[in-house]
T-cell receptor, first 112, second 108 residues
């Protein structure tokens, strides 16, 4: 089992460009999450999904969109990147909401 | 807003010593979880303790929960260089909220 995988590992964008981060899990988990991690801020929830075809806003959703067309995949999109979105992005999944979460290795994004 | 807050922010100890980290929170919770993050990697779940439990063990890890004081502690016994990492508590109330972490350095 690969667990949770994320692509790409690292990306540099110019302000205004768009991109999609892909998260995949092979554990058949219903719940999936996107977080961003910034120095001194801990992990902050961007969006989450409670099942295929569903998404919901987290703590910091502005500037991001998500889609969960397949149970195993959770996509995070940036339509028009801003320097404030420079961060490390983590995807996670869980079998039961608010219990053990399994994290991917992260995507480091730099917006110039 | 942050729910769990870890203390201290950073901790350096000699290999073989015990390390204790604390987590305080503000509202009622269903469970509290501890995670480890090695530099440049994703978080790894260590242990989950439910609100009706007071203590839990896993290998060299011991977690306590005091719901009356709204606090938890993580004890790592007989520390090793490989324990060097950041440790986060996450509190599960209406949502799962992560603290800002304790950076633990084990000096060989």
């Amino acid at each position: 089992n690969a667990g949770v995988t994320q692509t790409p590992k690292f990306r540099v964008l110019k302000t205004g460009q768009s991109m999609t981060l892909l998260c995949a899990q092979d554990m058949n988990h219903e719940y999936m999450y996107w977080y961003r991690q910034d120095p001194g801020m801990g992990l902050r929830l961007i969006h989450y999904s409670v099942g295929e075809g569903t998404t919901a806003k987290g703590e910091v959703p502005d500037g991001y969109n998500v889609s969960r067309l397949k149970k195993q995949n959770f996509l995070l999109g940036l339509e028009s990147a801003a320097p404030s979105q420079t961060s490390v992005y983590f995807c996670a999944s869980s079998k039961i909401r608010q219990e053990t979460q399994y994290f991917g290795p992260g995507t480091r994004l730099l917006v110039l | 807003s942050q729910q769990g807050e870890e203390d201290p922010q950073a901790l350096s100890i000699q290999e073989g010593e015990n390390a204790t980290m604390n987590c305080s929170y503000k509202t009622s919770i269903n469970n509290l979880q501890w995670y480890r993050q090695n530099s440049g990697r994703g978080l790894v779940h260590l242990i989950l303790i439910r609100s009706n439990e007071r203590e839990k063990h896993s290998g060299r890890l011991r977690v306590t929960l005091d719901t009356s004081k709204k606090s938890s502690s993580l004890l790592i016994t007989a520390s090793r260089a490989a324990d060097t990492a950041s440790y986060f508590c996450a509190t599960a109330g209406e949502k799962l909220t992560f603290g800002t972490g304790t950076r633990l350095t084990i000096i060989p």
